[in-house]
């Protein structure tokens, strides 16, 4: 019944998705406590996705206790993580870094470098929240790092993005568009569905430069080389350069 749940809950069914995940609960309590705490999981990111916080917290309380119970490592630092999320919804970034930070130290434990650069990512955009730079800059680099070495390249093209975005807040537009249009190039190898909207914001970019059509067109040209050279080190470098 689970895997019902979770096909409705992936296509957006959250109605029928909890009846599914709730008979699942019903069936499995004494029998499969994995299960359980699955269900319960899936509840409560219902609830999360919809926005009831308070019934998402409960509810991933409930599987946090089933999962630590049964020694689940993946299950517990992905109900930190979820707790985190809610913290980070609710702006209490204290308490983001806090659950994201029990996540990572599980994630690092057993190896699971996927887990680690969205938390990466997300200690990124706390920082650019609190406008502190450098330090947003370094924990997108250390996510970047990660999704390079496990081929995400999805993660990789949106980290690209933030990096531009970051570099633009900080006066250097030129190099910002550069990482932008590599996170354009990047998603549009590999038919992503946000690859009308990088470029969308690539265009509203280069416009505040004043860049034509075949200006684009050569930078687009320009970055894609320099990827292959050294996987967009030099475009980094370059943006958030100290000269």
């Given at each position: 019944?689970?895997?019902?749940?979770?096909?409705?809950?992936?296509?957006?069914?959250?109605?029928?998705?909890?009846?599914?995940?709730?008979?699942?609960?019903?069936?499995?309590?004494?029998?499969?406590?994995?299960?359980?705490?699955?269900?319960?999981?899936?509840?409560?990111?219902?609830?999360?996705?919809?926005?009831?916080?308070?019934?998402?917290?409960?509810?991933?309380?409930?599987?946090?206790?089933?999962?630590?119970?049964?020694?689940?490592?993946?299950?517990?630092?992905?109900?930190?993580?979820?707790?985190?999320?809610?913290?980070?919804?609710?702006?209490?970034?204290?308490?983001?870094?806090?659950?994201?930070?029990?996540?990572?130290?599980?994630?690092?434990?057993?190896?699971?470098?996927?887990?680690?650069?969205?938390?990466?990512?997300?200690?990124?955009?706390?920082?650019?929240?609190?406008?502190?730079?450098?330090?947003a800059r370094e924990n997108f680099e250390?996510?970047?790092?990660?999704?390079?070495?496990?081929?995400?390249?999805?993660?990789?093209?949106?980290?690209?993005?933030?990096?531009?975005?970051?570099?633009?807040?900080?006066?250097?537009?030129?190099?910002?568009?550069?990482?932008?249009?590599?996170?354009?190039?990047?998603?549009?190898?590999?038919?992503?569905?946000?690859?009308?909207?990088?470029?969308?914001?690539?265009?509203?970019?280069?416009?505040?430069?004043?860049?034509?059509?075949?200006?684009?067109?050569?930078?687009?040209?320009?970055?894609?080389?320099?990827?292959?050279?050294?996987?967009?080190?030099?475009?980094?470098?370059?943006?958030?350069?100290?000269?």
């Amino acid at each position: 019944m689970i895997w019902i749940a979770r096909t409705f809950a992936d296509q957006g069914g959250y109605d029928s998705a909890r009846i599914w995940y709730q008979s699942s609960i019903d069936a499995s309590v004494g029998l499969n406590q994995k299960e359980v705490g699955f269900a319960l999981h899936g509840l409560a990111s219902i609830d999360l996705e919809k926005g009831d916080y308070e019934a998402a917290r409960e509810n991933f309380g409930k599987a946090m206790k089933i999962v630590q119970q049964i020694g689940d490592r993946t299950g517990e630092a992905a109900t930190w993580h979820s707790l985190g999320t809610i913290n980070l919804k609710k702006i209490d970034y204290e308490g983001a870094r806090e659950n994201f930070g029990k996540a990572m130290k599980i994630w690092e434990q057993i190896g699971n470098l996927a887990g680690e650069a969205l938390i990466w990512h997300q200690l990124a955009y706390i920082d650019l929240e609190k406008g502190d730079y450098e330090a947003a800059r370094e924990n997108f680099e250390k996510a970047m790092k990660i999704v390079q070495q496990i081929g995400d390249r999805v993660c990789e093209a949106a980290t690209f993005h933030q990096l531009g975005f970051l570099a633009r807040e900080q006066g250097r537009l030129k190099e910002g568009l550069r990482l932008v249009a590599l996170s354009c190039v990047i998603d549009a190898s590999i038919g992503h569905a946000e690859t009308e909207s990088d470029i969308n914001a690539l265009s509203g970019m280069a416009s505040e430069l004043k860049y034509t059509q075949v200006q684009i067109e050569a930078m687009l040209k320009e970055v894609a080389e320099a990827y292959k050279r050294d996987r967009g080190l030099s475009l980094i470098q370059a943006a958030f350069s100290k000269d």
